[in-house]
């Protein structure tokens, strides 16, 4: 698809039918989806995402036009872009980060750089200094590779939106003295992108609380999960069921809930877990995010690269769960020996990890993101040989 496309008007006024965000991972669907969308009246002027999500679910993401430009247009008002700025695209369009930016960059009237090469950190950091962008965004994957090869920031740069995974707190220490304004964020597909970002003057702050954008009312509901509500919101799932497509609406004017927890307060939010990363060790609940923040965090201070670890929950007869590391990659025996030594002197015992299976590479999505769902079986498989 033509980028140059979707920031000018005759896409974003003119009335049209639904469009799918093609992601090769839906790959056999995506003919039958878009004849089914082509004759829903109420998806018209909507765009459909693939989910990301960790269940399995197949099912897309209904997003308006109008939802995605205020969405835009808030994140603009937050990090004060006006006319001297230029975004840099870097993430593929079929996801909301990534189709973000083109509403961005057509809702404040300015270009936008697209840097379409297989992934390079260096060939990257070049574009951006050589057409002058002052904002991008990336996933936490790409500034660590930045960081890993000690890549300096371009000078015309001011703000860099992290969002789509756990960003090491190493890793952004180690950036931010590179020269990259990395600002963490928190948002989901649901919500046509950002629901939270820090502010360019907290560049370097130690935790990562971020100010909701001005467009959303949030609060927590059961057991501390974020709920949000604003006409940003998206307008229902679109669930493959057998041959067919049925469409869910959502109610705008109604709180949705997510699956996140997370805490509240007069400093923004800060992402705690996701309710699905607990689970049952010996019938005692087990945050499997803690413990594997807990080992990249090792990791990091051993000077090995911690977003190549990660931690997933296995089934087991008798424990209920067993937690296992993963490698992707290879470490020394020397060296994971250390690390474990120096996990299990401060973990509890229901958080011990039972073994350690090391992976050529591990399952992610187009954004770098880990799959850990198809992870966990993958461990599951390498420990039942």
Known sequence: MDTTQLIQPA???NDSTGMVMENTIIGQQVDELKQ???GQREL???LLFASSGSTGEQKWIALSKRALLQSAQAV????????NDRWMLSLPIFHVGGFGILARAYAAGIGVSTYQEKWDAAAFAHQLDRDGCTLTSMVPTQLADLVQLNCPAPASLRGVVIGGGHLDHTVYQQAVKLGWPALRSYGMSEAASQIATELPEHIGQTEPWMRPLAHWQLRNGEMGLLQIKGQALFSGYVR???ENFEFHPVDK???FSSNDVVSISERGIKFDYRLDNLVKVLGELVNVTSCEAHLRELAAADSLIADRIAVVAIAHQRRGHQLVAVIEGELEYSQLEILLAKYHQQANSLEALADVVQLAEFPRSPLGKIRYQALA???SESLAR
């Open 377 to 379: 079986k993958l461990v």
């Open 11 to 13: 896409f974003w006024e």
């Open 36 to 38: 089914w969308v082509s």
């Open 76 to 83: 603009n008002s937050h990090l004060s872009v006006d006319k």
């Open 44 to 46: 018209d002027n909507h």
């Open 253 to 255: 004017d109604d709180w």
């Open 240 to 242: 493959s069921v057998g």
